[in-house]
């Protein structure tokens, strides 16, 4: 693999993830901000096709995107939008714009378990509960690498990249007791 700091985004087609309800095929896990289990049951809902988990507390929880690491080298991703759509329920408070924009989507991979945060934006919300975050797989775009607030260089995010454990999508989004659900994921070459 050759490394340059001459670097660009792929220009593939849009890709689908298959709905998360498609869990005998992909696993739709609930994971900790290190990738480890959070301990949270997720349901599947075979009807209306989305993934549910009850976070019970203030802990951050991610939802595992199976699709993208059946192969571990995604290089192709570099400078991809990712776009997913979710849905809370919570008795205590709305959420908000500024909640929505404190979230982050977290890649690891790369031979150290490299951890690199992603500013999520929000593109839409379509009602109190429901909206569409979007995130771009660029350098320009990472908040933090392994927890310190940094951007990585080219050669890292690409060594990143060339090995993907994990990209995390945010699950929680309150931090008192809420529903998260996870309804539709697209990446966007």
Do not use: K
Not at 84 to 99: A, G, H, R
Not at 116 to 129: E, G, N
Not at 139 to 163: C, I, Q, Y
């Amino acid at each position: 693999m050759g490394i340059t700091d001459v670097c660009t985004p792929a220009s593939f087609s849009n890709v689908q993830s298959p709905p998360p309800v498609y869990a005998h095929r992909l696993s739709v896990e609930v994971l900790d901000e290190n990738g480890q289990p959070s301990g949270l049951e997720v349901t599947m809902r075979q009807l209306t096709m989305y993934a549910e988990v009850v976070v019970p507390d203030s802990r951050s929880v991610y939802w595992s995107e199976p699709s993208v690491v059946n192969e571990p080298n995604q290089l192709h991703l570099y400078g991809s939008t990712v776009r997913f759509v979710v849905q809370w329920e919570s008795d205590t408070t709305n959420i908000t714009l500024s909640m929505l924009n404190s979230t982050n989507v977290i890649l690891i991979g790369g031979q150290e378990d490299t951890a690199l945060r992603f500013q999520v934006t929000p593109a839409s919300l379509t009602d109190a509960s429901t909206a569409t975050l979007t995130t771009e797989l660029s350098v320009e775009n990472v908040v933090s690498v392994n927890g310190v607030d940094e951007r990585p260089t080219r050669t890292l995010m690409l060594l990143t990249l060339a090995d993907v454990r994990l990209l995390l999508l945010p699950a929680s989004f309150d931090d008192q007791s809420h529903i998260s659900r996870l309804l539709r994921i697209f990446i966007y070459h």
